[in-house]
C-alpha cells in the first residue's frame, strides 16, 4: 500500500488532470480519482482494467457513476460464512431471476442463466439490453434489485443478508454489508474485468499499470513484481514496453495492455495453481475489439482465446457486437434482449437459429421484434 501511495502521490496531480475529459465522465473521474486507489481496489476485489469512454483513460470505473461506496459491497468470494447451499459443482456464475433498474429505467427484467467452469461465453444482444450491467452485477460493481447471482455457488443476497442489516436487497443493506464486509472478505474466486476501453493511468507507465495489484496487495519486491508484469505483458506479446506510458501505445496495444493487467495475479485469492502459475478463474471482457480495426482485433481475439487455452485463464465472458469476435472468441451464446435472456446455443446454433429476435441481429435487418426507435 505504502508504494503505491507514494506512486500515487508523485504522478497523482497529473492524472487528475489528464483524466478529467469534461462531462458526466468528468465527475466520474473526479470522484473515483479523490481517494487514493487502494481504498478503491480494496472495494470489490475484482480486477478492473479497460474502462467507459472513448478516448477516455478512466482508471477505474464507478459503475453507476454514482457511488463509489457501492463498490465496497460485493467483494467476491472467500468468507467462510458464504452460504455454499444450491452450489453446482461445475456452474461458476449463475442469474436467478434478476432485475436491475437504473432510476426508472428497467435494465435486467428478469434475467436467468448459468455459466460452466471452462466455458468460452458471449454475452450478446441490441445496444442497451443490460449486457454490461450482468457484468458489473457479476464482478460486484452494482446489486440486483432483486432475484440471486451465485458466484462459484455462493449467493450473494445470502451473504449481503449474514453481513448486512436489511434484506439483502436495499440501499441500507448494501452499505451495512460494506461496512462489515470489507474486513471479513476475502477473495476466492479470481475474478477479472476487462473495460470496454484503455483504463490506463495515463500518468503511470506500462509496467506500473500493469503491477498495479501487485503494489496494492501484495508484499512482492519490486523486482518480484515486474518479474510478475514482464510475464504478463509477454503473454500478451508486448515484451519490453514497461517504461513506456500509455500515450505512446496504440489503441489495440492499450487493450492488451489492459488485459495484462487482468491477468496479473497477486496470488492472495484461491485461484489455483497450473504448473506453477495462478489461473484466473474468471475474466469479463468488456466488449474488448471495439474500435479496433480487424487485424487488430484478431489479435485480441486470438489472445483472449489463447489466455484460456494455455491453462492462464479458467472462464471467460465476452460482451460483444462484432460478429468477428463472436465467431472467433466465443463457444457459447447468451442472447439478451430487454434485459432477459432470449435464446442460449452454441456457435453452430447461431449461425443457423430462426429465432426471429438473433436472426435480425445477426443478418441488421431493420424488420423484425428489435426496435431502435
Ligand atoms: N450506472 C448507471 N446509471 C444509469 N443508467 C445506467 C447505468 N448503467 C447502465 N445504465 C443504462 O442501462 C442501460 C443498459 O446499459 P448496459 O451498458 O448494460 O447495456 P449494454 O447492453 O451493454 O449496451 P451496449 O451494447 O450499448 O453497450 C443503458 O440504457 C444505460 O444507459
Request: proline content about 3%; overall charge negative; cysteine-free.
Amino acid at each position: 500500500m505504502a508504494r503505491t501511495a507514494a506512486l500515487w502521490t508523485r504522478k497523482a496531480a497529473s492524472a487528475r488532470v489528464s483524466r478529467l475529459g469534461g462531462g458526466a465522465d468528468a465527475s466520474l473521474a473526479s470522484s473515483s480519482l479523490s481517494l487514493p486507489p487502494t481504498r478503491r481496489r480494496r472495494r470489490h476485489g475484482v480486477t478492473l482494467a479497460w474502462g467507459r469512454g472513448e478516448g477516455g483513460s478512466q482508471a477505474w470505473d464507478s459503475d453507476d457513476w454514482g457511488d463509489p461506496y457501492e463498490n465496497e459491497v460485493l467483494s467476491r468470494g472467500g468468507d467462510a460464512e458464504f452460504s455454499d447451499r444450491g452450489k453446482e459443482d461445475d456452474v461458476v456464475i449463475e442469474f436467478r431471476d434478476v432485475w436491475k433498474s437504473f432510476g426508472s429505467k428497467g435494465v435486467l427484467r428478469g434475467a436467468s442463466f448459468k455459466i460452466k467452469r471452462g466455458e468460452a461465453i458471449g454475452i450478446i444482444g441490441p445496444s442497451g439490453t443490460g449486457k454490461s450491467t450482468a457484468l458489473r452485477l457479476i464482478s460486484g460493481l452494482v446489486s440486483p434489485d432483486s432475484g440471486d447471482i451465485l458466484v462459484d455457488g455462493r449467493s450473494i443476497l445470502e451473504d449481503r443478508r449474514k453481513k448486512g442489516t436489511g434484506d439483502g436487497n436495499g440501499a441500507e443493506d448494501v452499505l451495512g454489508a460494506a461496512t462489515e464486509g470489507r474486513a471479513k472478505t476475502n477473495i476466492q474466486l479470481q475474478l477479472g474485468l476487462v473495460f470496454q476501453n484503455g483504463a490506463l493511468f495515463d500518468s503511470l507507465t506500462v509496467g506500473e499499470n500493469v503491477g498495479f495489484r501487485l503494489y496494492e496487495h501484495s508484499s512482492l519486491s519490486q523486482g518480484e513484481i515486474m518479474e510478475r508484469v514482464s510475464d504478463s505483458l509477454a503473454k500478451v506479446g508486448l515484451n519490453g514496453i514497461e517504461e513506456r506510458y500509455p500515450s505512446e501505445l496504440s489503441g489495440g496495444m492499450k487493450k492488451r495492455v489492459a488485459l495484462a493487467r487482468a491477468i496479473t495475479n497477486d496470488g492472495d485469492g484461491s485461484g489455483v495453481r497450473a504448473e506453477g502459475e495462478m489461473v484466473e478463474e474468471l475474466i469479463m471482457y468488456d466488449e474488448p475489439t471495439a474500435g479496433l480495426d480487424p487485424v487488430a482485433s484478431t489479435v485480441v481475439e486470438d489472445l483472449i482465446r489463447s489466455l484460456k487455452d494455455k491453462g492462464g485463464v479458467r472462464t471467460y465472458i465476452v460482451v460483444t457486437h462484432q460478429a468477428s469476435t463472436i465467431a472467433r472468441a466465443v463457444d457459447r451464446i447468451i442472447f439478451l434482449h430487454e434485459g432477459k435472456v432470449v435464446w442460449q446455443g452454441d456457435q453452430q446454433d447461431f449461425k443457423t437459429t430462426k429465432e426471429p429476435i438473433v436472426d435480425q441481429f445477426r443478418s441488421g435487418s431493420l424488420s423484425g421484434p428489435i426496435s431502435y426507435v
